[in-house]
């Protein structure tokens, strides 16, 4: 080992020395293309900068880089950088030994480079470093180039260089050989100044915008030396594809075992049915629906196939149907949910214009049986449903999957990421991701699908809920001119919080009404009880009671009637926020006039809620005693709330666009209209 070692070492210094000489080959045998012209002064007025490149197209960097500033190279501590590092050093820069670790976990001196580049910087020193981190994702711009320009204070500056002729490796990143005798373009993009007051959601949208440059720097190289940047694409960035043209990973063997193992343990299926039907999580009268046998005959025509979880992605796709209906009048709709409460919203909301049947269990022989009875045309799913046997058993059948509204959360990227395995053969057979927001579309795109697009969130463009004129003026006569607080989507954990925060409002404001609205109305009666026990008087809307002047808190443990509720209340705390569940919507509330209250676990809405939070248009709350007296505030101030529902709108129109974007694109995935 030492002898190699030895020899490894001695060698480095020659093989630098080669390198830095083909470099020099490069450099003198091609033609010269630079955007800035003299990019050697736009860079001399950003100095000290921070240049940022590629890693599968940085081999012309040190030579091309501006000859009037002093220069550090970021360089990573393996063999491989050591050799780099040494043919660096010819151009008379210095270097930086260290880097990210990607998704690695051993160090790889992070923490140093970024103390040195730091130190160097305000030394006026500028520093060249690759922009996406080994082992990869290739062209995702990771979070430590914007951290150093945040605590440096000195400027981003994309720069890319590309030659005529070249050779790309297949590696993570297409390692770019450039060859001799080329055109050479030296691209210098604007910079990008990171504020150090940015916060984490600030600095995603700073790292978004070195990404996008980085693209664009790199796209303009390319084309000035009269070749594409097709030909140096990552793998995980291949081109739209379609639904016969994707490439498709072969299944692997863990998820072959996960198929035959589902079809081996189908015989406990009517016992798990039977368990939660007892449980009222299930219909007893449409079990063979999840078993893969439908109980509605399909009707002529071309069809789509939507799939939605539960609320909340039902909620997604419901505005999207009267829409591809008015584009497409001759398409039939088939709705597939999975809970109750969804089925539910689905014969109120949207009977008129959807077949729904529940989705069946995730076996391979009832996927199959299910999809060779509706032979739909298209397949579109919501937000976050991959399941393998659905998502397989729908490729087989060569029908086109489209994932719509697509979000994930950091956890569960690392743990696709950690299953490639299983992962990639799943995702690359999506032909169509319309992600949420940018690091959700990264994401996807790294987990093997390739046509993905940031579409925003479909919630953002959805009308408001409902609201039953006819509910809403019984309910307001039983309330009368009480005060109203509205506790909505509350989930276990959280309604002891909201009975004491009613108990503190109620010192102040004596005449109090709150109305308790559980994310599942089969907790309705527990919660009675548990509240009883407390000496709260509560009314149950299940049972058909209203609200009267003697109780304290109403319970709406019905589906369906959010909109009512909202269309009555001034203030809403909205649930599954104060336990670690991710929050629920809050556009609903918002869309109604209605002033918004979230606890800090409101993550599956982050990007909403970061916007309704930078225009000031909802508030944060971490407890009873906070609930109490901003909502207690906002109740006795009628210009605040006011104040409030404005800026929240104006938080929520940068976000619209979804709804158009999505229609569009699942009417050009379906069979051409006929005459």
């Given at each position: 080992?030492?002898?190699?070692?030895?020899?490894?070492?001695?060698?480095?210094?020659?093989?630098?020395?080669?390198?830095?000489?083909?470099?020099?080959?490069?450099?003198?045998?091609?033609?010269?293309?630079?955007?800035?012209?003299?990019?050697?002064?736009?860079?001399?007025?950003?100095?000290?900068?921070?240049?940022?490149?590629?890693?599968?197209?940085?081999?012309?960097?040190?030579?091309?880089?501006?000859?009037?500033?002093?220069?550090?190279?970021?360089?990573?501590?393996?063999?491989?950088?050591?050799?780099?590092?040494?043919?660096?050093?010819?151009?008379?820069?210095?270097?930086?030994?260290?880097?990210?670790?990607?998704?690695?976990?051993?160090?790889?001196?992070?923490?140093?480079?970024?103390?040195?580049?730091?130190?160097?910087?305000?030394?006026?020193?500028?520093?060249?470093?690759?922009?996406?981190?080994?082992?990869?994702?290739?062209?995702?711009?990771?979070?430590g180039i914007v951290t150093i320009a945040r605590m440096s204070g000195r400027p981003i500056l994309p720069t890319a260089t590309a030659t005529s002729r070249f050779h790309a490796f297949n590696t993570w990143s297409r390692m770019t050989l450039n060859l001799p005798?080329?055109?050479?373009?030296?691209?210098?993009?604007?910079?990008?100044?990171?504020?150090?007051?940015?916060?984490?959601?600030?600095?995603?949208?700073?790292?978004?915008?070195?990404?996008?440059?980085?693209?664009?720097?790199?796209t303009r190289a390319y084309e000035l030396v009269g070749r594409s940047t097709d030909d140096i694409r990552p793998y995980?960035?291949?081109?739209?594809?379609?639904?016969?043209?994707?490439?498709?990973?072969?299944?692997?063997?863990?998820?072959?075992?996960?198929?035959?193992?589902?079809?081996?343990?189908?015989?406990?299926?009517?016992?798990?049915?039977?368990?939660?039907?007892?449980?009222?999580?299930?219909?007893?009268?449409?079990?063979?629906?999840?078993?893969?046998?439908?109980?509605?005959?399909?009707?002529?025509?071309?069809?789509?196939?939507?799939?939605?979880?539960?609320?909340?992605?039902?909620?997604a796709i419901l505005p999207i149907l009267p829409e591809l209906r008015k584009e497409r009048p001759d398409t039939q709709i088939l709705l597939t949910t999975g809970t109750l409460t969804s089925a539910r919203l689905v014969e109120a909301r949207a009977s008129d214009i959807a077949i729904h049947q529940f989705i069946p269990l995730d076996v391979q022989k009832f996927m199959k049986r299910f999809i060779e009875h509706w032979k739909p045309d298209l397949a579109v799913i919501a937000e976050s449903e991959i399941w393998p046997n659905l998502i397989?058993?729908?490729?087989?059948?060569?029908?086109?999957?489209?994932?719509?509204?697509?979000?994930?959360?950091?956890?569960?990227?690392?743990?696709?990421?950690?299953?490639?395995?299983?992962?990639?053969?799943?995702?690359?057979?999506?032909?169509?991701?319309?992600?949420?927001?940018?690091?959700?579309?990264?994401?996807?795109?790294?987990?093997?699908?390739?046509?993905v697009h940031t579409t925003g969130n479909l919630k953002v463009d959805a009308p408001p809920p409902p609201v039953d004129l006819d509910k809403q003026l019984i309910l307001q006569q039983a309330i009368g001119d009480r005060p109203l607080f509205l506790a909505a989507s509350t989930h276990p954990g959280e309604d002891m919080i909201i009975a004491d925060a009613h108990r503190k409002m109620a010192r102040k404001i004596p005449d109090l009404l709150t109305i308790l609205a559980p994310r599942h109305p089969e907790r309705g009666i527990s919660i009675s009880e548990e509240f009883r026990e407390t000496g709260l008087r509560t009314a149950l809307r299940s049972q058909n009671e209203l609200p009267k002047a003697s109780h304290d808190i109403y319970i709406a443990d019905t589906i369906g009637e959010l909109g009512t509720l909202y269309s009555l209340s001034s203030v809403a705390?909205?649930?599954?926020?104060?336990?670690?569940?991710?929050?629920?919507?809050?556009?609903?509330?918002?869309?109604?006039?209605?002033?918004?209250?979230?606890?800090?676990?409101?993550?599956?809405?982050?990007?909403?809620?970061?916007?309704?939070?930078?225009?000031?248009?909802?508030?944060?709350v971490t407890s009873a005693e906070e609930i109490a007296e901003i909502a207690t505030n906002l109740l006795q101030n009628g210009t605040e709330i006011n104040e409030i529902r404005l800026k929240a709108r104006k938080g929520l129109a940068v976000l619209t666009g979804a709804l158009s974007e999505t229609v569009n694109a699942i009417v050009e995935h379906l069979p051409i209209e006929k005459d």
């Open positions: 080992m030492a002898k190699t070692e030895k020899k490894s070492t001695l060698l480095a210094p020659l093989v630098s020395g080669i390198l830095a000489g083909y470099i020099k080959l490069v450099y003198k045998t091609s033609r010269k293309i630079c955007e800035p012209e003299h990019y050697g002064k736009y860079a001399k007025e950003h100095h000290p900068f921070i240049g940022a490149m590629w890693h599968g197209q940085f081999l012309m960097g040190p030579i091309t880089k501006p000859t009037n500033i002093t220069t550090a190279i970021m360089v990573a501590k393996h063999g491989d950088g050591d050799i780099i590092g040494g043919a660096i050093e010819h151009f008379g820069m210095k270097l930086i030994r260290g880097g990210g670790a990607g998704h690695r976990k051993r160090d790889r001196g992070g923490m140093r480079a970024l103390r040195e580049s730091l130190r160097i910087l305000k030394s006026g020193t500028t520093i060249g470093m690759t922009a996406d981190v080994p082992p990869g994702p290739a062209r995702i711009v990771g979070m005798f080329s055109k050479l373009a030296i691209v210098y993009g604007e910079p990008i100044n990171v504020p150090r007051e940015a916060t984490e959601d600030e600095l995603e949208t700073y790292r978004q915008l070195v990404q996008d440059r980085m693209n664009d720097v790199t995980t960035l291949s081109p739209s594809a379609t639904a016969s043209s994707a490439p498709r990973l072969p299944v692997s063997i863990p998820l072959k075992i996960y198929r035959t193992m589902t079809n081996i343990l189908s015989f406990t299926a009517p016992w798990i049915l039977r368990k939660r039907e007892q449980l009222h999580k299930e219909d007893p009268t449409r079990r063979n629906e999840r078993l893969g046998r439908p109980t509605t005959p399909r009707p002529q025509g071309p069809l789509i196939w939507f799939h939605a979880a539960s609320v909340g992605e039902t909620n397989l058993e729908t490729s087989n059948a060569k029908i086109p999957l489209l994932l719509i509204n697509a979000r994930m959360s950091k956890k569960s990227f690392r743990s696709w990421k950690k299953y490639g395995v299983i992962s990639r053969p799943l995702f690359s057979r999506l032909d169509l991701v319309l992600a949420q927001t940018p690091r959700i579309t990264d994401w996807y795109k790294f987990l093997g699908s390739t046509d705390f909205i649930g599954g926020s104060l336990v670690r569940h991710g929050g629920q919507n809050p556009l609903e509330a918002i869309k109604l006039d209605t002033a918004v209250l979230t606890g800090p676990y409101y993550q599956n809405f982050g990007d909403i809620y970061q916007s309704l939070f930078r225009a000031r248009g909802a508030i944060e």
